[in-house]
């Protein structure tokens, strides 16, 4: 069966430094999404890409974060100078098509951002 | 906005027992509604999910119905395994132009216990 990988599984940063969060979504997927899930709270939406642009961001997903989707498969995540409070689980998530909001979002394993 | 509301956990079962987790939401217009999985140390699995009034979705042994008039999609199970323990997450999923984003309740912890 498809599924969504992420790279790295575990990620640990200084305050301050760039980093990068690599996914692979589903083949035939044409939206993809980020979300996060800080230790203990609940999963977060933070930007939603559409051909090849973002359709949609929350209020977390500042001018320190950034996506893209440099060829045909990967799609990633950076946040160009981390903070402590950026220490989270980090999902990527693709689905077929929106069809209203019916679509089923599949979710990849995450990666787990430490930021010290 | 949208939001969802989950009863809190950890919820402790023995094995077969009953299961029912609580979810409420608010939205505007038709949501569809997901529940969602996450094992120990993986991802977001969908469990179920149902798209329109009075559907009902089913999976596992797992069933919700979307009732619209108490704006509700609770999560039940029959019997459960130990295997089912894990955190469970209701979300709700609104078309909103060319995105959809999932707005998440803040889970619930199932621990089943022999």
């Known amino acids: 069966e498809p599924e969504v990988t992420q790279t790295p599984s575990h990620q640990v940063t200084q305050m301050g430094q760039e980093v990068i969060l690599r996914c692979v979504p589903i083949s035939n997927h044409l939206y993809f999404y980020w979300y996060r899930q800080i230790l203990g709270q609940k999963v977060e939406f933070l930007v939603s890409f559409y051909n090849n642009e973002i359709s949609e961001k929350s209020e977390i997903f500042d001018d320190q974060f950034s996506v893209e989707r440099p060829d045909g498969s990967n799609f990633t995540l950076k946040i160009r100078s981390t903070k402590l409070e950026d220490s989270a689980m980090y999902f990527c998530a693709s689905s077929a098509s929106l069809r209203g909001g019916q679509e089923t979002q599949y979710f990849g394993p995450g990666t787990r951002l430490l930021v010290l | 906005g949208n939001s969802v509301t989950q009863m809190e956990g950890p919820v402790t079962l023995s094995e077969e027992a009953f299961l029912t987790i609580n979810c409420t939401y608010t939205?505007?217009?038709?949501?569809?509604l997901f529940w969602y999985v996450q094992y120990p140390g993986e991802g977001l699995q969908l469990l179920l999910k149902?798209?329109?009034?009075?559907d009902k979705g089913s999976n596992k042994g797992f069933e919700a119905t979307y009732r619209k008039e108490t704006t509700s999609f609770h999560l039940e199970k029959g019997s459960v395994q130990v295997s089912d323990s894990a955190v469970y997450f209701c979300a709700l999923g609104k078309g909103t132009g060319g995105g959809n984003k999932l707005t998440f309740g803040t889970g619930t912890q199932l621990k089943v216990e022999l």
């Open positions: 149902a798209t329109k009034a009075d």
């Open positions: 939205a505007t217009g038709y949501p569809s």
